[in-house]
Structure formats: C-alpha cells, structure tokens
C-alpha cells in the first residue's frame, strides 16, 4: 500500500477529492456494499435475509460484536438493554424546554449529547472493553425511552415508562403508542413491520452520518458526542431527513392535482432546484435493495391495516415514469431506501417529522459498530487537508482607510 503521509512529505502534493466521491476512509469489516450490483450485507449475511428472518436486536448484536448471537447471548443482551431503558429523571427538564412544535431531530441530538453528562465515566480516558460495552447497552436502551418521549412531547401526552416483560421493539411501540390509563394492544403486523424498517435502515457503511460518527469519536470524543454528531449529519434532507422530505414531496404533489408528468419535468429541468426527494444515491448505481424490501413490506402493511393511501399510487406512478425515463435512466438513478419508508411510517400513525427519528433509531447499533471499530482499529484523529484558494498575503489596512 501507498504510504499516504510520505508521499506528500515527498511531492508536497494532496488528494482532492470534494464531498469523498471516491476515497475511503478507512477499513471495515462491517457492511458490505456493492453499488452497481445493489447487493447489501451485514458481517456477510444478505440483507433480504436479515429483513425477513432476524430481528433488530439480533441484527444489533451482529453488527456491534461481529457474528450471529446464540440464543444465551441474545438473551443476556436484550435482559441487559431492557435493565438500562429508564432514564434520569432530570432528562424530563429538557423536555420543558423544548419550544412545542421544535423539531424533533434537533430534540434528539440534544438529548443523546446529554447523556454524557448523566454518564461521566463515558468521559474517562482508556475505558476497559467491559465500560465500552455498558455505555453501548446504556445508549441502546435509552435511545428507544426517548425517542418515544419525543413524540409524546409533540402530542402534549404524558411519558409512558418502560416496561422489561416487552421486548425492544414493543417496548418502544409500548411507550409511544400506549397510554398511562389502559393497556394498549400493539398488533403484530404493525411489531414486524418495524423490526424491518429498523434492520434495514441498522448500517450503510461510510455514509454522511456513519463517517461524522467515526470522525467525530477518532478525537477521543465520548460515544454519546460522536452518536449526537451521527444524528445531526442525518438530520439533512439529502441524507436521512429524505424520507420526511419524500413524503412532504408527495403530498405536494397530490395537492397539485397529482399529474406525476409535471413533478419529473421539473425535477429535470436544470434552472429548477427541485429534486425527486427518495431517487439517487451516491453508491447505488442499481435499484437499491432496501427498496425493494420496503416496497413490498409497504404493499402487505397497507393490506394488513386496510389502509387505502392515495399518496401510495402517486409514489408508484413518479417511480414508473421516473424508470422509463432516459433522463433518470442515464444518470442511474432509482428510489432509494426513504422512497417507500415514510408512507409505512405513515400507516403505522407517526407524523412526518417523526420519519427520521426513526431511522436515527434503526441506524444506531451501525453508528455504534463503527464508532467501536474506529476504536479497536486505534485510527488516527481524522483530519483531511485542503487546497487553499484565497488571497496571497495581504498588509492590514486601518479600519478608516478601509
Ligand atoms: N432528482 C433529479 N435529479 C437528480 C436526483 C434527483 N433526486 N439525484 C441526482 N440527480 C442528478 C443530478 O442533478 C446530476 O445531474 P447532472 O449530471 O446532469 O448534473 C446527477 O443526477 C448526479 O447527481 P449528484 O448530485 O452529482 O449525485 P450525488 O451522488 O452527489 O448525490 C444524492 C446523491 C444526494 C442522494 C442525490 O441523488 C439526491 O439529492 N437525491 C435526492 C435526496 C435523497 O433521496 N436522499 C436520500 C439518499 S439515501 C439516504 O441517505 C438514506
């Protein structure tokens, strides 16, 4: 291999390459991604067969620790997540401070960055693997305590506490659509449904997020400053704040009359800055696989509930035209994972602003898997460089002669 460093100590040259479009970043044996292919595995295994047999605590436990779980070690995992769901009660404070309304990626980051300081031995230098692997299962269980929180706080509803006879997905189903007065049966179509949608959104190897992750953790920065990093990167329409994106796009659409013709004309006109939001991808030159997970786990939930979903047919008439379009067609663009998400999301009863919430939730355990990989790795503090291209030097100049 080429000795980066001392090829620019040698030469003085440096690799220019904007927005990394074809520079990785480090090793992993995490994800596996072939774009033109559209092929996805986790630590080897087929993402068609983790949606369709795993759930998303085992597919936790891959991509953290590397290989499937035996039944004793699931279960040690999910007792100890489900020890860890509570949260300090001064965490409700930030909850009154929170405007109503505040959206609820920027609650999120916040809320996850403040574990640290109800966690301080997450702060100290040289954690033994043992502390490492308590401050994950910590995050892991608090995580689905508050996301549920922030969408109580969105309806003005009381919290609903946690509950250890549930497992993590019906924990988290428990606690955002349970109430204080009754129990509430969360049906069994609508369980799978999200261990789906979590397994597929759990990794995507160096993605925006998944790399401010690891960037952010390579300064020795605790795991809750990295993670709350991984969440803002997300929060950005052309990343996991697509699948909010799509579905507003969508009803913009039906609002308009729903002629789909128009909404692809524009988002191929050059002088016009609309995109189709949940088309294209930086890797995926094929149809994303996770799509076609989605798509059809979407066509079976709407079944399922009996849920007639005009946004639905406007979705499959934009990705119909879109790809028999040459200009879609050329530049190998397809629907992308948040295509299909936010209309499930949708039937299951969140509202929009919750969508990338709840990929933050499914992609923790990869945020987590490569923030611990970048640490046993011991990788450097990343650091990229820069072409500099502003003015030479210049004389200061008072303020009155200016
Ligand atoms: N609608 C219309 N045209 C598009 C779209 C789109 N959604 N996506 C890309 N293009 C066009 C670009 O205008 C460009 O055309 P040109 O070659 O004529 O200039 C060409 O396709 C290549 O696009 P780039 O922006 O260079 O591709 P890049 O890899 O930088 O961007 C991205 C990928 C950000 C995902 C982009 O396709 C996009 O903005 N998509 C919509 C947002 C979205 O769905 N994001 C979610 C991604 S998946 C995820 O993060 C989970």
């Not at 955002?176 to 190897?205: W, Y």
Request: with cysteine.
């Amino acid at each position: 291999a080429i000795d980066i460093a001392k090829l620019r100590d040698l030469t003085g040259y440096v690799t220019l390459d904007v927005g990394y479009k074809n520079t990785g970043a480090t090793k992993s044996a995490i994800t596996f991604l072939d774009g033109e292919l559209g092929i996805l595995k986790y630590r080897g295994y087929p993402i068609e067969q983790l949606a369709e047999k795993s759930s998303f605590t085992e597919v936790a436990y891959l991509l953290i620790y590397g290989a499937l779980p035996t039944a004793d070690e699931l279960k040690d995992f999910e007792t100890k997540i489900s020890r860890h769901t509570l949260v300090h009660e001064d965490m409700k404070k930030f909850f009154d401070g929170f405007p109503a309304g505040s959206h609820p990626m920027g609650q999120l980051s916040s809320l996850i960055g403040a574990l640290a300081a109800f966690n301080p031995l997450s702060l100290k230098p040289g954690l033994t693997a043992a502390e490492v692997d308590d401050e994950i299962i910590k995050l892991l269980a608090k995580m689905s305590t508050l996301v549920s929180w922030i969408y109580k706080k969105s309806l003005g509803h009381p919290f609903i506490y946690p509950q250890n006879k549930y497992d993590y997905v019906s924990n988290y189903l428990h606690m955002t659509f349970g109430q204080r007065t009754e129990e509430v049966e969360i049906s069994p179509v609508v369980v799978s449904a999200m261990n789906k949608l979590l397994i597929l959104h759990a990794d995507h190897e160096q993605n925006c997020s998944a790399s401010t992750v690891r960037i952010v953790g390579s300064s020795d920065a605790n795991l809750y400053a990295s993670i709350s990093a991984g969440i803002s990167a997300l929060w950005g329409p052309l990343h996991g704040g697509a699948n909010q994106a799509v579905i507003e796009m969508l009803e913009k659409i039906k609002a308009d009359g729903g002629d789909t013709d128009k909404w692809i004309a524009k988002a191929k006109d050059k002088n016009d800055p609309f995109r189709l939001m949940g088309f294209g991808h930086r890797v995926y030159k094929n149809f994303d696989p996770r799509a076609k997970i989605i798509k059809k786990a979407c066509d079976d939930i709407l079944e399922d509930l009996g849920i007639n979903d005009e946004v639905l047919e406007i979705a499959k008439r934009l990705e119909e035209v879109a790809l028999s379009d040459p200009y879609f067609v050329e530049r190998k663009l397809y629907p992308n994972v948040d295509f299909y998400s936010g209309i499930i999301y949708r039937a299951l009863g969140f509202p929009t602003e919750m969508f990338t919430v709840l990929f933050a939730l499914g992609r923790l355990p990869g945020w987590i898997a490569q923030w611990k990989e970048m640490k046993e790795n011991k990788e450097p503090i990343g650091r990229p460089r820069q072409i500099y291209t502003g003015p030479t030097t210049r004389d200061y100049t008072d303020i009155s002669s200016r």
